[in-house]
């Protein structure tokens, strides 16, 4: 026992003791085996003296509680999901230097719910499929659509084989209803409030003013056990937390959501098929439209061509002659054409001749022509007819077109009166078509082509 606390209880027992001598009288007229009152108000005295001392005596040689909290709560800082909330110890009696071995009990409680974090049971994907049917058909590709309303292998095109992304809205319901079926899933594991005891020893020696704490040692295998839940304040907005009935009220929202999901894509899959059918009609009708166009581009051409058959080897058969003049301002002259020889291809006519001054004998010019069918059986024919070498009159304004070596008559032939009009020019003219000078030849009489 601590010399002061013994000290104190014996001079405590001491002068409570010494009155009763003084009254020995009293007490001998006492029954035998009997405390008076008095006595034993001073026994009851006594006993709380020596309590009360041995409880001060204790506070006193013993760490205080803020000393020993500040000792173990750094060994509870890797468990930021519980509070140490009072720590109650016994001592063992202490060594000769002052240091005794505390026996504690750390009084921790849970401060928030602790939940586990569990994959989404696979009853919710199985709910969540009922949308693929919708889902399918408002991203199948274009040509799915073609088909059902009868479209062609002719009508489909790479780009239609294309599966199609979802429209934006339809989109984010699809992947809400993803989320609600594949989130994961919580489990409250350890409620907010729950008590934990936690045994710890330490040692404490006295170092003057202050207590050195050391030899800490802690059971935390029942904090551990918590670290892997997750917090309820970590949890992310929305979590799915289990409750009772938590399964199928869940898939009953899975069913809710696919059911608006699918009144909301009911609308595209509808343009979707009515704009397959729009397309197919349009491009049918405009085949249509392209079938009539040609064949009667092909009439046309059939009758211009008939047109150009019946006319053409006519006014160009071998021997066959023209006269006329040409001009270019106030200047003019005669000109004369005569067919030497002819060959009439599917689709042209070719002929060789030449090109004269009928009043003047020396002027004979060598030429290759062609002609071809028009566009229309109503139009005249192109005739284009290349002038080569030959003798032609210097002093006469053609001669500029001859001398150039390029010269060329640009003409059509009227199927209405076999005539030839048009121009002659040359090639490196067609910026200045005012140096072009006009033509005009018609049939020669018979009596003159037959020579």
């Known amino acids: 026992m601590n010399k002061a606390l013994f000290y104190t209880i014996l001079s405590l027992t001491l002068g409570l003791s010494l009155p009763s001598c003084n009254k020995e009288d009293e007490s001998s007229a006492a029954s035998p085996g009997a405390a008076s009152p008095e006595q034993e108000k001073k026994a009851v005295s006594i006993e709380d003296v020596v309590v009360a001392a041995a409880k001060a005596d204790e506070k006193s040689t013993l760490p205080s509680d803020a000393e020993i909290r500040n000792r173990i709560l750094p060994e509870l800082a890797a468990f930021p999901s519980i509070r140490l909330e009072q720590i109650l110890v016994d001592a063992a009696p202490a060594a000769a230097d002052g240091t005794t071995r505390l026996a504690a009990r750390l009084r921790i409680r849970v401060a928030e719910n602790l939940y586990s974090c569990e994959q989404a049971p696979e009853i919710f994907n199985e709910e969540r499929r009922a949308i693929n049917d919708s889902l399918n058909r408002a991203m199948q590709p274009e040509v799915s659509y073609l088909l059902q309303v009868g479209a062609t292998t002719e009508e489909i095109t790479e780009e239609d084989r294309k599966a199609r992304p979802l429209p934006e809205e339809l989109q984010e319901l699809a992947n809400a209803i993803r989320t609600l079926a594949e989130q994961p899933i919580y489990h409250l594991r350890t409620p907010a409030g729950t008590q934990l005891d936690i045994p710890a020893t330490i040692t404490a020696r006295p170092e003057g003013s202050h207590w050195d704490l050391s030899d800490l040692t802690l059971d935390t295998a029942p904090l551990r056990a918590l670290v892997s839940y997750l917090p309820e304040g970590g949890l992310p907005q929305g979590a799915a937390i289990v409750s009772q009935g938590f399964e199928e009220q869940q898939r009953a929202a899975i069913r809710e959501q696919i059911t608006a999901f699918n009144q909301a894509a009911e609308p595209t899959i509808r343009a979707r098929e009515d704009a397959a059918r729009t397309r197919v009609l349009e491009l049918r009708s405009r085949r249509e439209e392209e079938a009539k166009a040609a064949a009667e ?109 390029d010269a060329l008559l640009k003409l059509t032939l009227s199927a209405a009166d076999s005539r030839l009009s048009g121009v002659l020019t040359c090639a490196a003219w067609a910026d200045s078509p005012e140096k072009a000078f006009e033509v005009l030849l018609t049939p020669a009489p018979k009596s003159r082509r037959a020579k």
């Not at 009758?303 to 006269?323: D, I, L, N, R, V």
């Not at 005669?334 to 090109?355: A, E, N, W, Y």
Request: with cysteine; charged share 25%.
């Open 297 to 405: 581009a092909a009439a046309i051409k059939t009758a211009a061509h008939e047109a150009w058959e019946k006319t053409a080897p006519k006014a160009f058969t071998q021997g066959s002659s023209y006269t006329g003049e040409w001009k270019r301002g106030e200047a003019f002259g005669k000109m004369s054409l005569r067919i030497t020889q002819t060959q009439v291809m599917p689709d042209s006519l070719q002929f060789v001749g030449t090109i004269s001054d009928p009043d003047l004998t020396q002027v004979e010019l060598q030429i290759i022509g062609r002609c071809e069918p028009a566009a229309r059986a109503d139009e005249p024919f192109p005739v284009i007819v290349r002038i080569y070498h030959g003798r032609y009159n210097p002093d006469l304004p053609t001669a500029e077109a001859f001398d150039a070596k």
